[in-house]
């Protein structure tokens, strides 16, 4: 396991178009985080999911963003009719409950370009 | 309002330097604090959190409850920590963060 994985690492769409993301966390970490992270600025929270129940939604994912998890394992990011707006870096973490606590450990990130 | 406050977008020092990178915090409750690191074209990795009170690669940050801040402190700088310093906040599961600083040592 060589860590929070995300695919794809770049993606360039026009406006308009649906994209989706993936991300694999490392393999028996049960909370699944995501992030959105503009430039100049810190990530900001989008999701959380324990296992395969997504537990909170920030009030920045509109009804154009969803995210699953379907088996507790891989997650996805959809986002429905892009706008410009949405260019962003998208960053997947993931965590282990217990001994380790909160410590969250992320992914390469894919960055979107909408055009 | 949960805010974390990072006051300065970019930190030069000479080697050798003492550092300290701003972190300043708005949270009612007991905060749990982590700073995180982003070297160039690597991921976000998690430099050191209060609760461990711990020194990593010689940064030290102490938690002061009465000013609400938490900074990033090393008496000696080197070339290898320039990199992207993020202040984060959890007031549970998810990270609020600083917008960030990035720190220049220069040679």
């Known amino acids: 396991d060589t860590g929070v994985s995300q695919d794809p690492r770049h993606k360039i769409t026009k406006r308009g178009q649906n994209v989706t993301f993936r991300c694999d966390p490392i393999?028996?970490?049960?909370?699944l985080y995501w992030y959105r992270q503009t430039l100049g600025q810190g990530p900001e929270f989008l999701t959380y999911f324990q296992n395969e129940a997504q537990l909170e939604k920030s009030r920045l994912l509109s009804d154009r963003f969803s995210a699953e998890r379907p088996k507790g394992s891989f997650s996805t990011l959809e986002i429905q009719r892009t706008e410009q707006g949405d260019s962003a870096m998208y960053l997947c973490?993931?965590?282990?409950?217990?001994?380790?606590?909160?410590?969250?450990?992320f992914g390469p990130g894919t960055r979107l370009t909408v055009t | 309002a949960q805010r974390v406050t990072q006051p300065e977008k970019l930190l030069s020092v000479f080697k050798g330097a003492p550092v300290e990178l701003k972190c300043n915090y708005s949270y009612s409750g007991s905060p749990e604090l982590f700073w995180y690191v982003q070297y160039s074209r690597q991921r976000l990795q998690l430099l050191l959190r209060h609760i461990s009170r711990e020194s990593i690669k010689g940064f030290t940050a102490d938690l002061n409850k009465g000013e609400t801040s938490f900074h990033l402190k090393k008496p000696f700088a080197q070339e290898e920590d320039s990199a992207m310093y993020y202040c984060?906040?959890?007031?549970?599961?998810?990270?609020?963060w600083g917008a960030g600083t990035k720190l220049i040592i220069k040679p």
């Open positions: 973490a993931s965590s282990s409950t217990g001994g380790e606590g909160d410590e969250q450990y």
């Open positions: 984060a906040l959890s007031p549970n599961y998810q990270l609020i």
């Open positions: 393999s028996e970490h049960n909370r």
